[in-house]
């Protein structure tokens, strides 16, 4: 029903930055979270960052301090703003909203560090 879209990866160099954006395909405003994984090569799918409906945020100890989780419900769209990039944040990045029995998940965009 509810359509995530992903996009914003790319490859950059080690300590480059990079936007990804979540474009959902209707209002954002009544998920109760959204939030964005990442899934390395050969690695399991990990949350980095989440976002709840009341505004509070929270990070993965690995990329703290270096990205940053937002939104604007108006374009029903979620951020994420990575800084500092380092090669070990080469994965696939997921975005998913979640309601109280549903969650939604997109396609994954690839963000590939390398010098």
């Known amino acids: 029903q509810v359509q995530l879209v992903e996009s914003g990866g790319g490859l950059v160099e080690p300590g480059g930055s990079l936007r990804l954006s979540c474009a959902a395909s209707?209002?954002?405003?009544?998920?109760?979270?959204m939030a964005w994984y990442r899934q390395g090569p050969g690695k399991q799918r990990d949350l980095v960052a989440m976002?709840?409906?009341?505004?509070?945020?929270s990070y993965a100890d690995s990329v703290k301090g270096r990205f940053t989780i937002s939104r604007d419900n108006a374009r029903n769209t979620l951020y994420l703003q990575m800084n500092s990039l380092k090669p070990e944040d080469t994965a696939v990045y997921y975005c998913?909203?979640?309601?109280?029995?549903?969650?939604?998940w997109g396609q994954g965009t690839q963000v590939t560090v390398s010098s």
């Open positions: 998913t909203a979640n309601e109280v029995l549903t969650s939604y």
């Open positions: 209707s209002s954002i405003v009544t998920f109760y979270r």
């Open positions: 976002l709840t409906n009341s505004g509070s945020t």
